[in-house]
């Protein structure tokens, strides 16, 4: 299993990025999708997720109206939108599937927001 999250970069404050995670190994469709983050100094922290049956999504307050998390399952890829990024948005973006009790974590995205 593996998944490859990339779009990550050194964006302003205000601006947009989309990150994408694409899975090998494993069906996105099977499982809840997420997307967490962990800023320097910090514990990783959950920011969005995308159930896998009814497609339910949940969000941190954090990002509640700026992020928005979407799943291709054709193309066994999630997304996350962000948009009007903050400083605090800066943080290595990791994407996670779960299937009951197995669960697996990408490599991460590193995301810079300048202010």
């Known amino acids: 299993v593996q998944l490859q999250a990339c779009g990550g970069g050194l964006v302003q404050a205000g601006d947009s990025l989309r990150l994408s995670c694409a899975a090998s190994?494993?069906?996105?469709?099977?499982?809840?999708m997420g997307w967490f983050r962990q800023a320097p100094g910090k514990e990783r922290e959950f920011v969005a997720i995308s159930t896998s049956d009814t497609g339910t999504t949940s969000y941190a307050d954090s990002v509640k109206g700026r992020f928005a998390i979407s799943r291709d399952n054709a193309k066994n890829l999630i997304y996350l939108q962000m948009s009007s990024l903050k400083p605090e948005d800066t943080a290595v973006y990791y994407c996670?599937?779960?299937?009951?009790?197995?669960?697996?974590w990408g490599q991460g995205t590193e995301v810079t927001v300048s202010s």
């Open positions: 996670r599937a779960r299937r009951r009790s197995d669960v697996y």
């Open positions: 190994g494993l069906t996105v469709s099977d499982h809840i």
